[in-house]
């Protein structure tokens, strides 16, 4: 295959512990999750491969070891990324208010300082299947009002557990990686 027509593009997704960042690689990437709660161990990232137009995409999707909790995740986590994916769960206040930390983090580590606006960035909103949305406190609008103050940052809502919307918004996610 002409090397041209290919890509591998590093993706990194932050956001606090426990809002379904590994859940949302899973299902994207091997279709499987799990209820139980393991802190990821080992592995740095997952590679899915996707066609998007004539080019064959690989996306290497970084994941945290739990270094979430401390914010100290290290240069070489942030290095060379092309798009920057943060997660937030809806069912959590804080978790939503922490995204001010990790977007200012990812651009302090990576976006080019001059144009931190210019990176791509997307913002998911996870786990809208809880109690069937009644235990919601983040609404969409607080969400996609977040998204248009950081510059129109694309939002989706999603579902790990159900699969909700989790390939339209990795879909995003390698559109944007692609485009730069
Ligand atoms: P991480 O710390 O951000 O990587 O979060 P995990 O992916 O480990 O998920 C933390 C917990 O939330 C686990 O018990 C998951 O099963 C659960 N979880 C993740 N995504 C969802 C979701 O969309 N819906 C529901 N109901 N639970 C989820
Ligand atoms: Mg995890």
Request: charged fraction near 25%; aromatic fraction near 12%; include cysteine.
């Amino acid at each position: 295959m002409d090397m041209s027509r290919r890509a591998l593009l590093k993706v990194i997704v932050l956001g606090d512990i426990g809002v379904g960042k590994t859940s949302l690689m899973n299902q994207y990437v091997y279709k499987k999750f799990s209820q139980q709660y393991k802190s990821t161990i080992g592995a740095d990232f997952v590679t899915k491969e996707l066609q998007i137009d004539d080019k064959l995409v690989t996306l290497q999707i970084w994941d945290t070891a739990g270094q979430e909790r401390f914010q100290s995740l290290g240069s070489a986590f942030y290095r060379g990324a092309d798009c920057c994916v943060l997660v937030y769960d809806v069912n959590i206040q804080k978790s939503f208010e922490t995204l001010n930390n990790w977007h200012e983090e990812f651009v302090k580590q990576a976006a080019d300082p001059a144009d931190p606006g210019a990176f791509p960035f997307i913002l998911f909103g996870n786990k809208i299947d809880v109690d069937g949305g009644s235990s919601r406190v983040v609404s969409e609008k607080k969400a996609r009002e977040w998204c248009a103050s950081r510059g129109d940052i694309p939002y989706f809502e999603t579902s790990a557990k159900e699969g909700y919307n989790v390939h339209e918004a990795f879909l995003c996610v390698a559109k944007m990686a692609l485009e730069g």
